[in-house]
């Protein structure tokens, strides 16, 4: 006679696959902490051009691309929003945040390299950081739990 206990019992004990995360898991918590940071200097970028649009000297070149700072300021927002739930997003390990933070970064990099005319030390700042939040994403992304 076959005990059932003794099957159910090698069922439940086959080895389950466990992804071993590293001391690196912190630097995508960091990249997620960045990601926050960075969408909310995007958000009061845009909030600051919105309302008091002089306060971003444009030399008589203008910007690399010629659109009002008003424009400037709503792909700001945009971009600071969508940053914003990326950085909430990684810190809870989804992997649509992770996709989004990359895509996010390569767009405020992007974008600030465009923006550099009016605020230049800034942008390599945010650009700085940038690519380092894709370098976070993309190299040690996928040991945070999914």
Request: hydrophobic share 60%.
């Amino acid at each position: 006679m076959t005990d059932a206990r003794a099957g159910s019992d090698r069922l439940s004990s086959a080895p389950t696959e466990q992804r071993r995360q590293t001391g690196w898991v912190g630097l995508v918590a960091f990249a997620g902490m960045l990601l926050l940071m960075v969408g909310s200097f995007q958000i009061f970028e845009g909030i600051v051009a919105l309302f008091r649009d002089e306060f971003y000297l444009v030399g008589s070149s203008g910007l690399m691309l010629p659109i009002d700072l008003t424009a400037w300021a709503w792909i700001h927002l945009l971009v600071g929003v969508i940053a914003f739930a990326a950085g909430f997003g990684m810190l809870y390990g989804q992997m649509w945040a992770r996709v989004l933070g990359i895509v996010f970064a390569v767009i405020s990099a992007l974008s600030h390299l465009l923006f550099g005319a009016a605020y230049p030390i800034w942008s390599i700042i945010i650009v700085t950081v940038d690519v380092l939040i894709i370098y976070a994403l993309t190299v040690h992304g996928r040991e945070v739990k999914y």
